[in-house]
C-alpha cells in the first residue's frame, strides 16, 4: 500500500511569483488537508478537500487556493508568493473528512 | 492567539524510563484529541488518539491522559526507547474526529542510551 506522496521536495521561488504543490493520496483515501509548517511552529491548517469539494478552510488567504481530482489526488496554489510563504507544506490524507489523517513528507518552499 | 500549547521545547530522558510529553488548550470545544511523532525530513505519524469521553487511552508503550477540567493532555512514554527521540506535536479538533486539526508548537524529545 502506497502511503502519502508529495511533489517536489523542495523548490525555491521569487517574490510575486506563483507556486503548485502537488499531493497523491493513500489509497482508499478519499479526503485531503493541506498545512502549512513554518520554522519553530507546528502545523497550521489551510485547507481539505473532500470528494472534490472544499471542506473548510483556516484563516489563510485567497491567495491560497486548492484543487482536488476524481482521483482523489490534490494541488495546493499560492499567488503572489509572498517570504512569509517560506515553510514546510504538508498534506494529510484520510478515508473521511473526520478520520485519522496520515501526512506526506512534505515540500519545502523558500521564497526569497 | 495558540489555541494548543506544549510549554517544553525539549525534554531529555534516559533509556528505559518514562517521558512525559505535556499539552494544554484553551478552546472548550476541542473533542478530539491526538499526539504525532515527526523526525526530520517525514512527515508527522499518527501516535495515538482520544475522544472527549474519555479520560486514558493505552497503546502499547503510549498512553494518553486527558484532563478535561484543566484543559490539560498528557502523553506517557514507558520504556523509553532510543527510536524515540523526534518532535512530538499535540493536536486538536472540535469536529468529534480529526478534522481540522490545531496543533501545538511541539516538543523534541531525546531518549539518550
Known amino acids: 500500500e502506497t502511503g502519502v506522496t508529495q511533489s517536489p521536495t523542495h523548490l525555491i521561488k521569487t517574490r510575486g511569483q506563483q507556486v503548485t504543490l502537488r499531493c497523491s493520496s493513500q489509497s482508499g483515501h478519499n479526503t485531503v488537508s493541506w498545512y502549512q509548517q513554518a520554522l519553530g511552529q507546528g502545523p497550521q491548517f489551510i485547507f481539505q478537500y473532500y470528494r472534490e469539494e472544499e471542506n473548510g478552510r483556516g484563516n489563510f488567504p485567497p491567495r491560497f487556493s486548492g484543487l482536488q481530482f476524481p482521483n482523489y489526488s490534490s494541488e495546493l496554489n499560492v499567488n503572489a508568493l509572498e517570504l512569509d510563504d517560506s515553510a514546510l507544506y504538508l498534506c494529510?490524507?484520510?478515508?473521511?473528512?473526520?478520520?485519522?489523517?496520515?501526512f506526506g513528507p512534505g515540500t519545502r518552499l523558500t521564497v526569497l | 492567539d495558540q489555541q494548543v500549547k506544549q510549554n517544553s521545547p525539549s525534554l531529555s530522558v534516559q533509556e528505559g524510563r518514562i517521558s512525559i510529553l505535556n499539552c494544554d488548550y484553551t478552546n472548550s470545544m476541542f473533542d478530539y484529541f491526538l499526539w504525532y511523532k515527526k523526525y526530520p525530513a517525514e512527515g508527522p505519524t499518527f501516535l495515538i488518539s482520544?475522544?472527549?469521553?474519555?479520560d486514558k487511552n493505552e497503546d502499547g508503550r503510549f498512553t494518553v491522559f486527558l484532563n478535561k477540567s484543566a484543559k490539560h493532555l498528557s502523553l506517557h512514554i514507558v520504556p523509553s526507547q532510543p527510536g524515540d527521540s523526534a518532535v512530538y506535536f499535540c493536536?486538536?479538533?472540535?469536529?468529534?474526529?480529526?478534522?481540522?486539526?490545531?496543533f501545538g508548537k511541539g516538543t523534541k524529545l531525546t531518549v539518550n542510551p
Open positions: 493536536a486538536a479538533s472540535a469536529r468529534g474526529g480529526s478534522e481540522k486539526l490545531v
Open positions: 482520544i475522544s472527549s469521553i474519555k
Open positions: 494529510a490524507s484520510s478515508q473521511s473528512p473526520t478520520d485519522t489523517q496520515y
